[in-house]
């Protein structure tokens, strides 16, 4: 029992002190990091050592930050005592005696003491003027970079008419209804198709998941660009691919990670630009993010497909292959391993045509998809030779 | 009164020398880069437009970390005059001076 409780308490303080030291060293902080250690650094040099032990510098990059915060913390709250809400020097000069306050300094025992006259400026003045000027060796630009938020432009802005009374007009506008009305509305499309037309759908959706299987299995090799360029032209294997259900898309862009990060930011930088160029309103990125998403998953599907070569039955492929999902997750080429099982629905190929047809930046998207959909179909192939 | 007259004149001349040296501050360029100190006291709620202040902190940061690694410095001379004591025969061995946790730690449990 005794051991038990021992252990528990240093854990305890273990993570207590993790959580503290990584106030101030977060990852999105490596900068502010590197920086600090350089500086500290140099005025270390200027007092005479000569190198330093790599924790001592971060402890003491470390403490010179809990210095700074200490300082503005204590700033800040002498200026909102004031009833300001910017500081003064005052408050400043004020937070600098607090923290020197456990060691004194002179005139602190003065009663009706100036501020401005304490020993502390005394002692910087001092200071400043002893000390040779060190000019920080990089050249720092102002950060943290502050990227412009391109909020959604609201009803008013957009001159649209926001739907029902109740809507005013300052809120920001809904998004395209092609981005989320496909879903609900796709059912219906559905039964007004008719056998014509669902073929072609079916064509369109193929030639665009191939080429989606082709960007993804692009980014899987980590920019392997040399891959065979195949024609692939499995349509029986594609036609199970216009079966895609939406609720098992979720599992896919969990684990895959390396393919599904990457391609979704490269394209939204890609129609950033191409929106600021074409001054297309947000919403539509907005849309192009989300159908992205979902584009892979029928893309995924397709390569899921082209593994089980012989069974057509749906029923038989989900069984094969959830066994490969398990297997495959710590390989890299993790798009093959998630692919995820889609079963038959209504609603999809219908869903999947007004995805791919409402975009207006679909073209690179689909060149990138085919070169993907090719790669797979060559791994594929060895898996299935395998 | 003239108690009062002679603080008012003093605080005066304390102003003047506060805004002196503030001036001053702008000449000099603390080792520690602004945008780094503007950056942790907007963290902790400073907000402040002046540069000087900015300054002001900066320095007086430098100071402290300046103030420290003088402390760490005369524990490691000390600790190596000490070693040479022992050993009269070798030269000085180790003239290189490392900042060592050792040190930094006793020089800043002094603070």
Redesign the interface.
């Known amino acids: 029992m005794n051991d038990g409780s021992l252990e528990n308490r240093k854990e305890h303080e273990k993570s207590q002190k993790q959580s503290k030291s990584s106030k101030f060293r977060r990852k999105s902080d490596d900068f502010a990091l590197a920086i600090r250690k350089v500086a500290v650094a140099q005025v270390c040099e200027s007092v005479g050592f000569q190198s330093f032990q790599h924790s001592a510098l971060e402890t003491l990059s470390d403490i010179i930050v809990r210095y700074i915060y200490s300082i503005g913390k204590t700033a800040s709250l002498n200026a909102n005592l004031a009833g300001r809400a910017e500081a003064n020097v005052f408050d400043v000069i004020q937070g600098l005696e607090e923290l020197g306050s456990g060691l004194g300094f002179a005139g602190s025992s003065d009663v009706d003491r100036c501020v401005a006259n304490s020993g502390i400026v005394r002692d910087i003045v001092h200071y400043v003027g002893h000390v040779d000027d060190i000019p920080f060796a990089y050249d720092v630009p102002r950060f943290p970079v502050v990227k412009e938020w391109k909020g959604m432009g609201s009803f008013w802005e957009k001159g649209e008419e926001p739907l029902g009374e109740h809507i005013p007009s300052w809120l920001p506008a809904f998004p395209d209804p092609e981005t989320y009305a496909t879903r609900s509305s796709a059912g219906n499309e559905m039964m007004s198709v008719s056998n014509g037309e669902k073929t072609e759908l079916a064509r369109v959706e193929r030639k665009v998941e191939q080429s989606l299987l082709n960007l993804q299995q692009r980014f899987a090799h980590n920019g392997n660009e040399g891959g065979s360029s195949r024609d692939g032209g499995d349509n029986g294997r594609a036609r199970k691919a216009s079966l895609s259900n939406p609720y098992l898309a979720a599992p896919l862009l969990f684990g895959e990670k390396e393919v599904e990060v990457s391609p979704v930011l490269l394209p939204a930088k890609l129609l950033n630009e191409v929106a600021l160029r074409n001054h297309v309103p947000e919403n539509c990125v907005v849309g192009n993010h989300v159908s992205l998403l979902e584009t892979f998953a029928p893309a995924i599907e397709a390569i899921k497909s082209g593994l089980c070569n012989s069974d057509n039955e749906q029923k038989k492929v989900l069984y094969n292959q959830r066994p490969l999902v398990h297997f495959k997750i710590g390989i890299g080429k993790k798009s093959l391993g998630m692919a995820p099982d889609f079963n038959s629905s209504k609603k999809d190929p219908g869903k999947i045509a007004s995805w791919f047809g409402n975009d207006n930046e679909k073209d690179d998207q689909k060149r990138r998809a085919e070169k993907i959909l090719k790669e797979s179909r060559e791994s594929s192939q060895e898996r299935a030779q395998l | 009164m003239n108690h009062n007259q002679q603080?008012g004149d003093?605080?005066n001349d304390?102003?003047s020398?506060?805004s002196d040296?503030?001036a001053?501050?702008m000449d000099?360029?603390?080792?520690?880069?602004d945008?780094?100190?503007e950056?942790?006291?907007?963290?902790?709620?400073?907000?402040?437009?002046?540069v000087?202040?900015i300054r002001?902190?900066a320095?007086?940061?430098?100071?402290?970390?300046?103030e420290?690694?003088?402390d760490?410095?005369q524990h490691?001379k000390a600790r190596q005059a000490a070693v040479i004591k022992d050993k009269r025969e070798k030269q000085q061995k180790d003239k290189?001076?490392?900042?060592?946790?050792d040190?930094?730690s006793k020089s800043?449990l002094e603070?």
């Open positions: 603080s003093a605080k304390d102003d020398a506060l040296f503030l001053s501050l000099y360029t603390p080792a520690i880069p945008e780094l100190v950056h942790y006291l907007a963290k902790s709620g400073f907000q402040c437009p002046d000087r202040l002001l902190v320095v007086a940061t430098q100071k402290f970390v300046a420290v690694a003088s760490a410095l490691c290189h001076l490392i900042l060592t946790m040190d930094l800043l603070k």
